[in-house]
């Protein structure tokens, strides 16, 4: 099977991956399989960017650290293409906006984790989220300058922090989205991937991230317009885009629906079989490609139960 075999190409080669790379790898790999054999990998990984997650998470003790590390986070983004080139000039005008979503997605790998007690991370865990709720960062994120360049990081951010405990804003986030990106037609490619990102993700984050599996009513609107404009959708927007939306039907528990069939045979076209999987258009290398693969493996998976975590805390 060509899942098998991106698998294969994968696991045998991790050391190709950085460690963002790997663990995004990882997770998904267990959340829908639940092997144990990810567990001490994932574990290993958390604990090699842990003193990145105290450095960040730390300096929400004080307006100098965040503008500091913020200014680092800005002289340091890469900006190879027309998204990521609209997000700079908003990044520029509001640089502490990295920092913020930094410090939001280190805490919910630690939550999920079952690691927010630990005495390695829990003083840090408690001063960022102090500082989330106390400042209604959520605002920001919310803001329609931001959620217009990079909509697949608003609905993350939303997502964890209702996740977190911090604040609940999903039900607004999806009725901004429904008003803007549902009824946007797209000018170029670019606009293309950042509206199916931003329904995609809408779904997936409230799965938590592939730890539960929603409710189909929910987002019946998402489902309606990929079913209509599948056929224009496809032709738009990257194999990664079209993975997504296949996992969006299995998280609704619609496995069987023809939509999920037709982009399992697409993943499986685009396999590549001199190199085991799948390659990126523009960077074709292994860890280059990671996005797509896990995202095909999940597609191409038959999964019918979700796993949270790993809880990292019961390993000693």
Known sequence: MIKNLIIE??????????????????????????????????NSIYKELLPRFKKVLESFSSEEKIVELSKKALANYEHPNLRRARRFLYYQKNPKVMIYGEAILYMFFIKSFGMENSTEISKEYEVAKSYMGENNVSKIFLDKKYWTVNPSECVNIVNFLYFLGVEDERDYLIKLFREYWLNLSPSEPSIWLDKIYALTHSIIGESNYYQNFVNEERFSWAFKYFEKDFDDIIRKVSIDCIGEIGICYKLAGESKSKIVKQIQDLLIKRFDKKLGYIPNDSTPTLAGSEHRNVIATMVLEDFGKLYKGPNLSVIS
């Open 9 to 42: 190409s994968y696991e045998n080669n991790l050391e190709e991956l950085s460690p963002r790379r790997r663990l995004h790898y990882l997770v998904r790999r267990y959340r829908i399989t639940g092997e144990e054999k990810y567990v001490p990998l994932i």
